[in-house]
T-cell receptor, first 115, second 110 residues
Framework: DAGITQSPRHKVTETGTPVTLRCHQT?????MYWYRQDPGHGLRLIHY???????DKGEVSDGYSVSRSKTEDFLLTLESATSSQTSVYFC??????????????FGPGTRLTVL | LAKTTQPISMDSYEGQEVNITCSHN???????ITWYQQFPSQGPRFIIQ???TKVTNEVASLFIPADRKSSTLSLPRVSLSDTAVYYC???????????FGKGTTLSVSS
């Protein structure tokens, strides 16, 4: 399995509080992604990064921000958590070598509950 | 990225071969077809990828007809541990985000 860890694995927080989820990789892959997964919706992309300090929005980016100051770490921040952000969050990485198609490797997920 | 359509659910018994078909009518010339598997409480896991004809690995086979408007993931002799959600995706550009549909929930019974 690709070296991807997510922390925390579980978190319960209250509405209005800030929350930061961390994704850490040991593969030195260029691309990193944050997805959320909710019943009936499958996985949806929040933000992704294509290099240090280079990020872009995904399908459901409202209410989320990201930062990538090092190749190995990709942080997802909920500035003011809402109950609608209760979800399972997955981080993924890919090497995305030029000329190849993209195979993504996923982390174990973080279950976030916003009360 | 081309959209895909696949059955919401399928049921099977242990030892049977399971074929999950995915429709991707708008697939582009450069698009590859990729399948992921997801177990409960885990992230998706890459299974197989192909461009045309047939691809086989230790886990599954992928059949792609000449027009490439559909593809079939074949799981030989499934076991209870193959119970999972299977996602079909198409895309071509390395480094772009994947778009996951709702996938096919495969339930294998004894």
């Amino acid at each position: 399995d690709a070296g991807i860890t997510q922390s925390p694995r579980h978190k319960v927080t209250e509405t209005g509080t800030p929350v930061t989820l961390r994704c850490h990789q040991t593969e030195n892959h260029r691309y990193m992604y944050w997805y959320r997964q909710d019943p009936g919706h499958g996985l949806r992309l929040i933000h992704y990064s294509y290099g240090v300090k280079d990020t872009d929005k995904g399908e459901v980016s409202d209410g989320y921000s990201v930062s990538r100051s090092k190749t190995e770490d990709f942080l997802l921040t909920l500035e003011s958590a809402t109950s609608s952000q209760t979800s399972v969050y997955f981080c993924a990485i890919s090497a995305a070598t030029s000329g190849s198609t993209d195979t993504q490797y996923f982390g174990p997920g973080t279950r976030l509950t916003v009360l | 990225l081309a959209k895909t359509t696949q059955p919401i659910s399928m049921d099977s018994y242990e030892g049977q071969e399971v074929n999950i078909t995915c429709s991707h009518n708008n697939i582009a010339t450069n698009d590859y077809i990729t399948w992921y598997q997801q177990f409960p409480s885990q992230g998706p896991r890459f299974i197989i990828q192909g461009y045309k004809t047939k691809v086989t690995n230790e886990v599954a086979s992928l059949f792609i007809p000449a027009d490439r408007k559909s593809s079939t993931l074949s799981l030989p002799r499934v076991s209870l541990s193959d119970t999972a959600v299977y996602y079909c995706l198409v895309g071509d550009q390395a480094g772009t985000a994947l778009i996951f549909g709702k996938g096919t929930t495969l339930s294998v019974s004894s």
